[in-house]
């Protein structure tokens, strides 16, 4: 009935752009997504373990709101360093709020980071981390076409105990109104159920987007509430900050920053559907939204309806970003026949 | 490989008890969890359109951080009284914090509502409305054993378009630890898929305890992210506070306020995977989470595993219970053969 847009990816929306950037021998990376303007932004954080910036900034009862970019990065507390580059280079070009004549534009970069510095890439970057350069190098990358897969802010991530890293998904949903999503998936939980192959998310694939596998063709135990857990503690992955699901998504409506937030708690539940478990004390799971203002919603009750349509088509397009995410990071599930 | 609790009810908690009153003319009711002393207890809040007492008192940087009862009641905001008559009933039997000796216990009774005041009962009651009353009644029936369906606050409740009500699930996770879930379901969403019989908990359900149908034999169009969307509104159902689910989570784990606070927000992934769409401006969705400290969990990184895997097993119960509260509410649903 409804479909991805052009791209399938959250550069559907108008304005939005994104790049990575990555080090192969830190096996780490930076993505940057720049709007199109100082876009409506909100966010949510669920995880017991974040890493972010710039989020406070986002909260309604404040003032700004609104967001200039927003970037996701590997690294732990280090990738939040390539905020500082991208907001750095932002401001060169003259993007930023301008508070008075003459001084230096501001621009609110929001971000938040993953924890892949286990994964057996060189970390020994003393007092020189790389992710301002990253993070400068994602922002020149960016584009309305991106990769997806084991790149950027998922070049080093793992989902549960198989490799996760970027996905990307959108939808149509007619009248002018695109909605799309990105997830950087470092997650504790796994986004495939219990037989290793059915993609928890595998009821709101679109278009054979993550492969077609369908629905499994039985039942399975699914009775143990985190089946991963011995392996997962064996590898040093149960510690706060540890694992990650990060997710931007975006929208070409008119929200207010508070009808972001709103956009970002429903975006969540992408996670809970396609990763299980999820917002585990371990995670750092966290959804940034962001609105282009392109497309105006009508008033009253009649837009709460549409800012509830919008949050749920954010969450199912979440949920196949994440599926997404593992589909492109595996190139032999990538290449596996439907079953 | 994990089973549910003897009773597959939220009251295989020992010590929780559970009672139901119902107002047959108002087609409305309520229902009363009664702690077996002051439990740690926290909550969580993520609907547009809430309604509840006594959730402030649970924040963890707040003193009491514990609950006597926590009662669920239909009636919108006057069903708010019926925690003022399980408060004075409990402070009449001697239960509550005595701050000096003599003055009355002051009992814990944090509640929330949900909304059934369009639902075509008689709720013409002017400046007597039953709830006080019906708190009461719902305290003095409390026991171990207790009704699903369409009974006590659930006895007017509406899941999307079908009946919603009260379910509950529980998960023995061996070791001597229980988790358990009671679900008070009149969500916007819908607990079934697009084909309108498989329950979107379909994967977490344990010994055919809501039918038993399965996954479905083929994919299906779940893009629509708002399906029932023009049907709700022609009901006046896409109001603020006009739908929820309201969920309580409990385990005999000895966790403080701030991990039952965790496991509440673990178990809004419950709602997530088991109502579609979750979380919108409309619903009032609201998880208490009570830990009765009969068990004791190691301490230091275990611990912090141990509550990842209580909230993800409070994630499964409660997407388990909703699916119990359509399945137990529609009998023509409840003697459905298993497809």
């Not at 990358?141 to 989902?159: H, K, P, Q, T, Y």
């Not at 987007?209 to 039942?219: A, K, Q, S, T, V």
Request: charged share 15%.
């Amino acid at each position: 009935m409804f479909r991805p847009g052009p791209k399938n990816l959250i550069t559907d929306i108008a304005g939005l752009t994104v790049g990575h950037s990555s080090d192969e021998s830190a096996r780490s990376g930076v993505t940057a997504l720049l709007c199109g303007g100082a876009w409506s932004a909100g966010v949510d954080v669920r995880g017991g373990g974040p890493g972010g910036r710039e989020t406070d900034v986002l909260a309604p009862e404040n003032l700004v709101g609104r967001a200039h970019a927003v970037v996701l990065a590997g690294g732990s507390v280090f990738g939040l360093a390539a905020a500082d580059g991208v907001a750095a280079a932002l401001s060169a070009k003259g993007i930023g709020l301008q508070l008075r004549p003459g001084s230096p534009p501001i621009p609110i970069v929001p971000a938040a980071v993953l924890h892949d510095l286990g994964n057996g890439g060189d970390k020994d970057w003393g007092l020189a981390p790389p992710y301002r350069d990253l993070g400068i190098r994602a922002l020149s990358a960016a584009g309305s076409d991106f990769a997806l897969g084991s790149v950027g802010a998922g070049r080093g991530a793992m989902a549960g105990l198989i490799k996760g890293g970027i996905g990307s998904a959108s939808l149509d949903l007619g009248e002018g109104l695109i909605i799309g999503a990105l997830a950087a998936l470092n997650s504790i939980g796994s986004a495939l159920m219990p037989d290793g192959k059915t993609y928890w998310a595998w009821a709101f694939e679109l278009d054979q987007e993550f492969g077609g596998g369908g629905p499994p063709r039985r039942p399975m135990d699914s009775s143990d509430p985190a089946p991963d857990e011995s392996r997962l503690m064996a590898l040093g992955r149960l510690q706060a900050g540890a694992n990650t699901t990060l997710g931007v998504v975006a929208c070409n409506a008119d929200l207010s920053t508070v009808e972001c937030k709103r956009m970002a708690m429903m975006a969540q539940d992408g996670i809970a559907r396609a990763v299980r478990p999820a917002h585990t004390p371990f995670d750092g799971d966290t959804i940034f939204a962001l609105a282009s203002g392109a497309a105006t919603l009508g008033g009253n009750q009649q837009r709460a309806a549409q800012i509830g349509r919008i949050g749920s088509a954010a969450a199912d397009c979440l949920s196949r970003a994440i599926a997404r995410a593992v589909h492109f990071s595996d190139p032999s599930r990538h290449q596996r026949p439907s079953v």
